[in-house]
């Protein structure tokens, strides 16, 4: 465990005034008032970093990649000395069972008040055994995480929702980690993978404030996925305007019109892509002329064609060709019924005479 | 079901065809056909809603052509159609409808209601659930000969009397007449001065002509109280006649119904092409005046507006004729709104008028009441028409109302300002 | 299932049974109705221009001689529905994109504000239509349990369109699958209801405008 955060800064080159623009940027992307950047400067600065354990399950380091290559190294370098990132596969130096002496140290000793982070489902089939780590499987080790966290942050749309393992037909009986853990509170930050700054949003929030931001139905921090992509894309006034681009390369595209007719999943996916965008604000999907996937949403995978507009069938109707025919045949069979019974009654008729007429 | 109802079944299952199933499925309670008929218009009675008349039709239609009809049957979900339904149903679909056509040419999906009711009365007529008058008409003419119950010999009396007042006689029974003259008891009845006329047009024209002893009525009650078997046999009669005389027209007199019977049902009630042709008295009028031979020596002054019988005009195609011809003679014809294909019903066709009940007179008054209002706003003190039943059923609401108004025929109103002819003379026979 | 469960589903399988249940009915209930044919009129024809079946398709959109007075909320609120209707449906990008998919044709649309505006009017005239429906004698009269389901189903569509775009009421996601969830039912019930006049009304206004053609008489 290392002194207050701002010495780590200040040993880093780092300065107050730095430090504090950067504290500012992230409460006002939190739609957080002015004084809060200050108290976040402030909190951040004293901060005693707590521990935080990063669990990996059914996952691809996607998650681990996008946090790494985020603004500029040396500021989200910072972020995590702010906090005592005690166990983390991908980062840390130490592996086999110096690694997982250090997990269970952290654990004791800090129990009860530990960040735990996960990225990667949990898959149930076969035990659990479809993933393990030291011959134990991913089930048993978040069962046993869980218990001594404060919170848990389920990072990707793995952890979050059961991401890509748990795409038809789920294989590996694929869970998020909400379906395991019931008596924790949990963040979920969805994305494949998240957005850089969501993450350390989150961070910044728990470590100012003691507690977890604002959450949506979903689990989402409102902050950073409560409006669609759709609503903050750039390119809607061309979505309103009618324009669209129909291949990757033609007028439209080129001119930058809107991609629903190419599958942008846009008005149906939450997250900051649209403003928060990628690579130190670089550009995201959509601006790089490739329709929102809606990574961020769960069963996203599931959704239909990543390239079908959202109004156009997700699977094309299979029922077009037989369904006419089958409505001919019973059609035609109903008229031969129909004909049959008026000429029966025709036949069967006998002509009526003025006598017929008295009641 | 009883043995009544079984035959209203069977009955209404042989009419019902394409067009009908199409109107029934189009229909989307829109109501418009309302808007288009006289009695509801003048009564704000919704029972009147053309498309309700037939109701008991739509359901026969549902339980036996339709799939989900048919489900419904089977498991007790539909209601069979029954006796006092349909004795419900008889005001609506004989006292309150003249066949006036109104609503087939309004309805917004193109629904031909006239023709429905008219299907659907052939269920009405097999279950005898049909009015007094109208049954004793059709009774009077299957056994007589007409509706008023004319035999031959008091017509006979009458041409007799026509030939006498205008000094040319009239043929009887003639082979190889070009026309067969037809006439409608009401003519012969109320408005003999219609015979007077044509003779002397006839004459002018040198027209063969000839009336057949054993098939001069016009009218076809059959028609009206629903029974195409019945129509048909009074329609027989004139086929045969025309066929035996070897004619070549057939001249169907001023009679709304009559034209109908005989041009547009006849053929398809015997089931094969008329051998002759079928003229109404105004389309060879027109064609007379047409040709120069209708001179008139001088015209009617008084300001009149024109009534145009529904069987005849919207119903029958005669559309030109009646506008050119009283035209022709008279100086000061008024055209109304609601003309031609638009006018409204006299409110007695279709049998209404032989219908002598309190209830059905009572009805017949109150929607005079648009013809009322046509005449008073065109404040004309003359109107025209040219069918009988026309004439009678609306000197009774003028009578009702108190109205001086005139009321005159067509083709008596030609024949009176007809340039003469000297009949001692060589006429233009062929 | 979560919303984007739903709406996946509303537009997979939920449409391959909306479209199959349509196409089948709408066939099936043409052959029903249509193959009852119809008899030989073997009296004489009389011919009169602009007299036939095909000109009373067209003329019968008209209103009739003195009609639109009589009854201007028929009239003027079907036309501003049934045009709003073909507007929003053929004129609008998402729709536009839906027929593109299933028959390969596809056509410039109109801007989403324009849409929206026919959406509204659109509304605006239906609500008119249903209070006409309770409040003329004649209409109210003939009215049964299916004409105000076939107002309900045909509302529903437009006002769940509308909510969706304007985000309204409920999430996006969710408002945007009840919309098509609600197109889908539309599908299903218009085979066997009297929304089948979409298809019927042109065999009888052919069939009226024939019949009468042949007497002379243009209607």
């Known amino acids: ?237 061309f979505y309103d305007q009618g324009k669209f681009a129909k291949t990757f390369d033609d007028k439209g595209a080129r001119r930058g019109w809107c991609l629903f007719e190419l599958g942008c999943k846009g008005p149906v996916t939450h997250n900051a892509c649209a403003t928060a965008k990628w690579n130190g604000g670089t550009s995201w999907p959509v601006e790089s002329g490739h329709g929102c996937l809606g990574c961020s949403e769960p069963d996203f995978w599931d959704a239909g064609d990543f390239y079908k507009a959202l109004s156009v069938p997700a699977h094309p109707p299979t029922s077009v060709v037989a369904a006419p025919v089958i409505g001919a045949t019973a059609g035609a069979a109903a008229g031969f019924a129909n004909r049959a019974k008026k000429n029966a009654a025709r036949k069967a008729r006998q002509p009526i005479t003025v006598a017929d007429l008295e009641k | 079901m009883s043995a009544s109802l079984d035959k209203v079944a069977q009955t209404l299952k042989g009419v019902i065809d394409a067009p009908i199933a199409s109107y029934f499925e189009s229909c989307v309670h829109c109501g418009l056909c309302a808007e288009a008929c006289l009695f509801y218009t003048e009564t704000g009675d919704p029972k009147y809603t053309p498309i309700h008349k037939v109701e008991p039709l739509r359901r026969v239609y549902e339980q036996e052509f339709t799939l989900l009809g048919r489900l419904k049957k ?167 006649a025309a066929e035996r005389l070897k004619v070549k027209y057939v001249l169907s007199p001023e009679c709304g ?174 | 299932m979560n919303e984007l469960q739903f709406l996946t589903w509303v537009r997979g399988p939920g449409l391959d049974i909306a479209v199959g249940i349509f196409l089948l009915g709408a066939v099936w209930r043409l052959f029903e109705i249509y193959t009852l044919g119809r008899r030989k009129d073997l009296a004489a024809p009389r011919r009169a221009a602009g007299a036939s079946g095909l000109h009373t398709v067209f003329r019968r959109s008209l209103p009739p001689h003195g009609m639109l007075k009589r009854a201007p909320v028929s009239y003027i609120g079907g036309y501003i529905f049934h045009i709003g209707l073909a507007v929003i449906v053929f004129l609008g990008a998402p729709h536009i994109m839906l027929i593109a998919s299933l028959t390969g044709l596809s056509w410039p649309g109109l801007p989403a504000q324009f849409i929206g505006v026919a959406t509204v009017m659109t509304m605006a005239a239906m609500l008119a239509m249903l209070v006409d429906r309770i409040n003329k004698p004649a209409k109210r009269f003939l009215s049964t349990f299916e004409d105000w389901f076939a107002w309900a189903a045909t509302f529903l569509p437009v006002l769940t369109g509308w909510l969706a775009v304007q985000h309204l009421l409920l999430p996006y996601t969710t408002m945007l699958a009840l919309h098509i969830l609600s197109v889908e039912i539309l599908l299903i019930v218009l085979p066997f209801t009297k929304l089948f006049h979409v298809f019927t009304l042109f065999g009888s206004r052919w069939y009226n405008g024939s019949a009468n053609a042949r007497k002379g008489v243009p209607v």
Request: glycine share 8%; aromatic share 6%; charged share 20%.
């Open chain 2, 257 to 430: 119904h009559a034209y109908m019977a005989i041009r547009w049902e006849g053929p398809n009630l015997i089931g094969r092409p008329f051998t002759f042709e079928v003229v109404h008295v105004l389309e060879l009028l027109d064609e007379l005046r047409q040709k120069g031979v209708l001179k008139m020596k001088d015209t009617f002054k008084d300001p009149l507006i024109l009534h145009d019988p529904c069987q005849i005009v919207r119903r029958g195609g005669v559309l030109q004729a009646p506008e050119a011809l009283i035209r022709q003679v008279a100086e000061n014809y008024i055209p109304i709104a609601d003309q031609q294909k638009w006018n409204w019903c006299c409110g007695g066709g279709g049998g209404a008028s032989a219908i002598h009940t309190e209830e059905a007179e009572a009805l017949r008054a109150r929607v005079f009441q648009i013809k009322k209002r046509q005449i008073e706003e065109a404040g004309v003190g003359t109107m025209v028409t040219f069918c009988a039943n026309c004439r009678i059923v609306m000197e009774e609401g003028l009578d009702h109302y108190e109205m001086n108004t005139k009321l005159l025929g067509l083709t008596e109103l030609l024949a009176e300002h007809l340039e003469p002819v000297d009949v001692n003379s060589a006429s233009a026979l062929p």
């Open chain 1, 1 to 237: 465990m290392q002194g207050p955060l701002i010495d780590t800064l200040v040993r880093q080159g780092v300065s107050r005034r730095t430090f504090l623009k950067y504290c500012a940027t992230l409460a006002s992307m939190m739609a957080l008032p002015p004084a809060a950047g200050l108290a976040m400067a402030e909190a951040m600065a004293a901060a005693r970093r707590p521990s935080v354990i990063w669990l990996p399950f059914q996952e691809c380091t996607g998650c681990t990649e996008s946090i790494t290559r985020s603004h500029s190294p040396t500021l989200e370098g910072m972020i995590f000395d702010m906090i005592s990132l005690d166990y983390q596969e991908t980062l840390m130096a130490a592996a086999g069972h110096q690694a997982e002496e250090a997990l269970h140290a952290a654990m004791k000793a800090n129990h009860g008040k530990y960040l735990l982070i996960v990225d990667g489902s949990i898959p149930l089939g076969q035990d659990g055994a479809y993933s393990c780590i030291g011959g134990r499987s991913n089930l048993e080790i978040l069962k046993e995480a869980a218990q001594g966290a404060a919170a848990i942050i389920a990072v990707g749309t793995c952890a979050a929702y059961g991401g890509i393992p748990k795409a038809r037909p789920n294989p590996t009986g694929a869970v998020s980690v909400s379906d395991i853990v019931k008596d924790k509170p949990i963040v979920n930050i969805p994305g494949c993978p998240p957005v850089p700054v969501v993450m350390t949003g989150v961070l910044a929030h728990y470590l100012t404030f003691g507690s977890l931001p604002d959450l949506d139905d979903k689990g989402r921090p409102r902050a950073f996925f409560g409006e669609t992509i759709h609503d903050r894309c750039y390119r809607r006034p």
């Open chain 2, 74 to 240: 089977l498991v007790g979900l539909s209601k069979p159609i029954n006796d006092d339904e349909l004795d419900q149903w008889q005001e609506l679909v004989y006292d309150s409808c003249t066949l006036c056509g109104r609503c087939s040419l309004v309805c917004p999906v193109g629904n031909d209601i006239v023709y429905m009711i008219r299907r659907f009365r052939e269920g009405m007529a097999v279950s005898g659930h049909v009015p007094d008058g109208i049954r004793s008409a059709t009774k009077r003419t299957v056994e007589i000969g007409g509706p008023m119950g004319l035999k031959w010999p008091a017509v006979a009396n009458v041409l007799r009397k026509a030939g006498e007042a205008t000094g040319v006689t009239i043929p009887v029974d003639q082979e190889g007449a070009d026309y067969l003259v037809l006439l409608s008891s009401m003519e012969i009845v109320n408005y003999s001065e219609y015979i007077e006329a044509l003779a002397r047009i006839f004459n002018k024209a040198g027209i063969s002509f000839t009336v057949a002893s054993d098939a001069f009525e016009a009218t076809n009650a059959g028609i009206q109280i629903g029974s195409s078997d019945l129509a048909k046999v009074i329609v027989s009669r004139i086929v045969d």
